[in-house]
């Protein structure tokens, strides 16, 4: 598993953005592809998740009804569109993958690899 996210960038609030994070060695192994993110001082939070085997999503409550989380597989890519950003929504955002079957998928520990991060500003 290589992931490789792409899309961040600044926005004024209301607005919205795509973010995508490719599997760049294809995606077996990848069991779920999860985004977070990620404010100085503060916590890792959970976004979004999917999975590839059956499509199951799964949502933090922060951004349920704003955010999409989906995935093509025949370009080993997850994309996070982001609708009615919000200033607290400016963060850098990760994506991640777990490779074994875990409770949740909303914890950080329960991915094994992580991409590089990508920016997001959301201003007022």
């Known amino acids: 598993v290589q992931l490789q996210a792409f899309g961040g960038g600044s926005v004024q609030a209301g607005g919205s953005l795509r973010l995508s994070c490719t599997d760049i060695r294809g995606i077996v192994g990848n069991y779920v592809t999860g985004w977070f993110r990620q404010t100085p001082g503060k916590e890792r939070e959970f976004v979004a998740a999917?999975?590839?085997?059956?499509?199951?999503?799964f949502y933090g409550d922060s951004v349920k009804g704003r955010f999409t989380i989906s995935r093509d597989n025949a370009e080993n890519t997850v994309y996070l569109q982001m609708n009615s950003l919000k200033p607290e929504d400016t963060a850098v955002y990760s994506c991640?993958?777990?490779?074994?079957?875990?409770?949740?998928?909303?914890?950080?520990?329960?991915?094994?690899?992580w991409g590089q991060g990508t920016l997001v500003t959301v201003s007022s």
């Open positions: 991640a993958a777990a490779t074994t079957i875990a409770t949740s998928y909303s914890k950080d520990f329960e991915y094994e690899y």
């Open positions: 999917v999975s590839w085997k059956d499509g199951t999503i």
